[in-house]
């Protein structure tokens, strides 16, 4: 870690800045101004706008090696006061990459080394924008981190295939006739729709089905309210879709909307759906997660993450990887109040990342 100490104040700087200016998906204008302004302050990398991101390049003269890119995100969670807070650590990672970009300064890879910048990965709408990168640019191989809370810091982690999962969430409704509740037979109730949705639901992501992990959660639902003269018309049900692979996404999906439409029209119901935070499987290419663990000595997942990563939609543009880093053992979990990038963990992180361009 020598290497990396003299520019970890400065880095651990822009990360508690950026911790301060915290912003949610699609709003990090802000952090934009921050992180654009600190490489141009810092190095002599030529910044170019990227979705509603942006990319900092290290371009050379006769490069031999493969081209490669290396992601980090920055946007915020939201919060249900109407504030972000980095609960996810994105802080860090743009922080680390901006170390890395120092540390590569005047630095000759003999390989174009492109610097992501993604807003907007919790909503799974920024990686989708920022893929006008390979109208851009020739890039051979694409990697990203996230920091893993539970494992020993600094430990890289990745696997061929899927490291995390295809998502999406699902909002079904169900509209009906209201009615006197003295009189529920001039009405047309959502219930018994919704009662057997939910009754079907297991059997729908029932393993055998598909050919790997698959999960159907119920977030919550909604029908009525407390006015007990009244009979409900209309009801909600939001459901968040999980699977290893896409084609198994795709079928659950399929499956939930087709018993939707029939439910509705047993009842003689309307039926509409809307679909959000749609992710697709980070798909890791084989040679490229062997490459990551070589490097950095990592360890392999044995079985994918189930949260997803709209670095996936790289991935089918691009051969590349995606990987975890410990953020230490003990540390709180993403997500959560108590949770904050340990800037312990910076230097890690820039190895990481130092090393996929050395290579």
């Not at 989708?128 to 990168?133: G, P, T």
Request: glycine share 8%; hydrophobic share 40%; net charge negative.
């Amino acid at each position: 870690m020598t290497m990396f100490s003299e520019y970890i104040p400065l880095v651990a700087g822009l990360r508690h800045a950026l911790y301060d200016c915290a912003e949610i998906s699609g709003r990090e204008l802000r952090t934009y101004r921050l992180l654009t302004s600190f490489l141009q302050e810092h190095t002599s990398l030529e910044i170019f706008p990227c979705g509603n991101g942006f990319y900092a390049a290290h371009k050379e003269a006769s490069p031999t090696k493969p081209a490669i890119a290396l992601r980090a995100d920055y946007d915020a969670l939201a919060m249900p006061d109407g504030s972000a807070k980095h609960l996810c650590g994105h802080d860090g990672h743009a922080a680390a990459l901006c170390g890395a970009a120092l540390w590569a300064e005047k630095k000759n890879f003999d390989r174009n080394i492109f610097l992501l910048f993604q807003p907007a990965e919790e909503t799974g709408a920024g990686a989708s924008r920022c893929c006008e990168l390979f109208d851009h640019e020739t890039v051979d191989e694409i990697y990203g981190l996230h920091n893993l809370p539970g494992m020993p810091l600094g430990q890289v982690t990745t696997r061929p295939g899927t490291f995390a999962c295809a998502s999406r969430g699902l909002i079904l409704s169900f509209h009906g006739k209201p009615a006197h509740a003295a009189y529920p037979e001039n009405g047309i109730s959502p219930a018994a729709a919704m009662g057997e949705l939910l009754s079907a639901l297991p059997v729908l992501s029932a393993p055998k089905l598909y050919t790997g992990m698959t999960l159907c959660t119920v977030i919550g639902m909604l029908m009525g309210e407390k006015a007990f003269g009244a009979a409900a018309a209309d009801a909600e049900v939001w459901l968040t879709l999980r699977a290893e692979h896409d084609c198994d996404l795709s079928g659950l999906y399929d499956s939930i909307l087709q018993l939707s439409q029939k439910l509705a029209m047993k009842y003689s119901l309307t039926f509409s759906h809307e679909l959000q935070d749609a992710f697709p499987a980070t798909k890791n290419a084989p040679a490229c997660a062997q490459k990551v663990l070589d490097l950095c000595q990592g360890t392999l997942l044995e079985t994918p993450m189930r949260w997803s990563e709209d670095f996936g939609h790289y991935l089918k543009k691009c051969p590349g990887a995606f990987f975890g880093i410990g953020a230490g053992e003990t540390h709180p979990p993403l997500h959560t109040e108590n949770y904050e990038y340990p800037d312990a963990l910076l230097p890690y992180a820039m190895e990481a990342f130092a090393a996929l361009m050395t290579a």
